[in-house]
């Protein structure tokens, strides 16, 4: 049994959690439901006092963005046949309308046998084709009714209407897919959480070019329209026209007389509107932010600190956050996370994860998250940040700034004179680093040729330390309801397993037993538990986030213009 070096909590109880995560290319919905139902078998066979509860379950949240994209979905399928509706009839409504499930199936299709699932890209990308896989449908429809309107029969009027309009159909068609075509060689993982649009868009708008060309013509004839009814009638003379035609008629006579001026008109609107966003613009983000469902506090705190030390810690910003009513769940992890797979500094002594509650019934997660932060100012020792779930790909934090130098001196005092200038910037926030946790560990030096009087080698030391630190495994064995071995240690009681207890061990020799303080020196040295290089030169990084309605380029710009007036040295800044 090892010592205690991590302490969990759900809700305020003790709790042991296991943390799952599903392999690259798995369905989410499908492995979640997976994983209850053997919670569910094996939870029979436990005492009644024993709960289970879910924490970060992203399979609702996934079914509602699903359901509410299909219900996006279905509305602009029917603003979309609305308009056809008003503009060209029922009857030709009807036909452009088979034009959309059937290009959403045939896409579907398509999608299907390339392997891929059928995600929110997916979906959305569904929603952004909608009204332009119609265009060719819509074209070859009127073009038969205005034929129909001249007597031509309905067959004759659909195939002559396919064969006429097959180049304007199919040149429109590519001309939209080969603005996409670029997409698909998008490097990187932006690349593969956005490959899913072009692909999708090339799948549907290349079935509606089928779908124009030879599905609506033929349902088109079988329907066999009335011939001279007053949905295809043309009118005979523009100037008749009322309505919003009629403006519209107006519009174009004044911009076929005027032509240069509207040309010119054109450029210059292009040129202001290119001015104005420079000056006034709200600038440029990857993903916009979005309210999330769970978000995570570290708790940041620097020194020797024991795990017990660390939890009274954890504990009085845990005891800040459980009574607020907008947390659906609240879950503490104390001790290191380095290693668990989470990007984190290196002084975080905990992390509390908190998941909220729909966000119909609560405040904006930035307001709750500014709570938190605000009552865990008045706990002195530590500092907090926040981190709020994020869309899209995986991301570090917007600034990233590298300090990099040839010798490990020159380091620390530039990171820690820049970060005293970032902690000065209003829209900069959630500022970490990755120096070294400060902290002590005793090294033992042997002095080989004074132990080899007494006939005793490194070896016996080891051992003798060791039962007052780690132990001895002695043996292994396996318990009956394990698949594992497990060691069997042996060390002292804990009364003994003390610092002081270094000086008075002794170790069996030919002379009988043997203080090793007779040849074994001990000593405090400063601990270091990693360096990073790059390039073969030293590194640390600050890393920071911007509070919301900041942009992070905005902020790098302003920082480069203050890095020269810091005076950091030559040597060191890279």
Same mark, same amino acid.
């Given at each position: ?26 369905? !989410? ?8 139902? =053997?919670?569910?078998?094996? #939870? ?5 006092? *024993? ?39 029922? $009857?030709?409504?009807?036909? *452009? ?66 064969? $006429? ?55 088109? #004839? ?18 008749? !026209? ?19 001026? +509207? ?14 966003? @420079? ?9 916009? /932010? ?38 659906? @769940? ?18 975080? +002594? ?33 500092? *907090? ?15 990233? +700034?590298? +300090? ?52 005793? /080698? ?6 003798? =330390?060791?039962?007052?630190? /780690? ?14 071995? *497990? ?50 030169? #030293? ?28 005076? !950091? ?6």
């Amino acid at each position: 049994i090892r010592d205690r070096y991590q302490r969990r909590v759900r809700g305020g109880e003790p709790a042991v959690s296991l943390e799952i995560s599903k392999r690259t290319g798995e369905n !989410l919905i499908q492995t979640i439901e997976d994983v209850k139902a =053997i919670v569910k078998a094996q #939870q029979q066979k436990w005492p009644d006092h *024993v709960t289970v509860s879910y924490a970060n379950d992203q399979s609702h949240h996934i079914r509602d963005m699903l359901n509410d994209l299909q219900n996006n979905i279905i509305l602009a399928i029917i603003l979309v046949m609305g308009i056809i509706v008003v503009s060209l009839g029922w $009857r030709s409504s009807l036909l *452009v309308g088979v034009a959309v499930p059937g290009s959403f199936l045939m896409g579907i299709m398509i999608i299907s046998l390339m392997g891929l699932t059928v995600n929110i890209v997916v979906l959305f990308s569904l929603i952004f084709a909608v009204g332009m896989l119609v265009d060719g449908a819509i074209i070859v429809v009127e073009y038969a009714d205005l034929k129909i309107a001249e007597g031509m029969p309905p067959r004759q009027a659909y195939l002559h209407a396919a064969q $006429r309009m097959a180049w304007p159909v199919i040149t429109s068609i590519v001309t939209i897919i080969a603005v996409f075509m670029p997409l698909l060689f998008w490097p990187g993982v932006p690349g593969q959480f956005m490959k899913f649009m072009p692909i999708t868009l090339i799948a549907v708008l290349s079935a509606s070019i089928l779908m124009a060309l030879i599905f609506i013509p033929a349902i088109g #004839q079988l329907l066999n329209p009335l011939y001279g009814s007053a949905e295809h009638k043309q009118p005979d003379n523009l100037e008749s !026209l009322t309505g919003l035609l009629a403006h519209y008629l107006k519009i174009l006579h004044i911009a076929l007389d005027h032509p240069k001026r +509207i040309i010119g008109g054109a450029i210059a609107i292009l040129i202001i509107v290119k001015i104005a966003h @420079s000056f006034w613009g709200r600038g440029v983000e990857f993903f916009p /932010n979005v309210e999330p469902e769970i978000a995570a506090i570290h708790v940041h705190g620097r020194g020797n600190l024991s795990i017990m030390d660390k939890d009274d810690l954890v504990r009085l910003v845990e005891a800040r956050i459980l009574p607020m009513k907008e947390l659906k @769940s609240v879950y503490t992890r104390t001790g290191s996370l380095i290693g668990s797979g989470a990007d984190v500094p290196e002084d975080v +002594i905990g992390a509390i994860t908190i998941e909220f509650i729909d966000w119909r019934k609560r405040r904006p997660a930035d307001a709750i998250l500014n709570d938190i932060e605000q009552s865990a100012k008045e706990i002195p020792g530590i500092h *907090v940040a926040v981190q709020k779930e994020k869309d899209g790909p995986p991301a570090q934090k917007p600034i990233d +700034i590298e +300090i990099s130098a040839s010798g490990a001196a020159l380091l620390k005092p530039a990171l820690l004179t820049l970060r005293k200038r970032l902690q000065g910037m209003p829209d900069i926030t959630g500022i970490s680093d990755n120096l070294p946790v400060p902290g002590i560990e005793w090294q033992l030096t042997i002095d080989r040729g004074q132990a080899a009087k007494f006939d005793a /080698n490194v070896r016996q030391v080891g051992n003798a =330390i060791k039962l007052v630190t /780690n132990g001895i495994t002695v043996a292994t064995y396996r318990p009956e309801d394990a698949r594992d071995e *497990v060691d069997i240690v042996v060390r002292y009681f804990p009364q003994f397993r003390v610092l002081d207890e270094l000086d008075t061990l002794k170790i069996q020799t030919a002379a009988g037993l043997l203080p090793i303080s007779n040849f074994v020196t001990r000593k405090p040295e400063s601990r270091v538990n990693k360096i990073d290089r790059v390039d073969g030169r #030293q590194v640390l990084n600050l890393r920071a986030d911007v509070v919301p309605g900041a942009l992070a380029a905005d902020q790098i710009t302003h920082i480069r213009t203050v890095l020269p007036q810091l005076k !950091l040295d030559s040597r060191t800044l890279r």
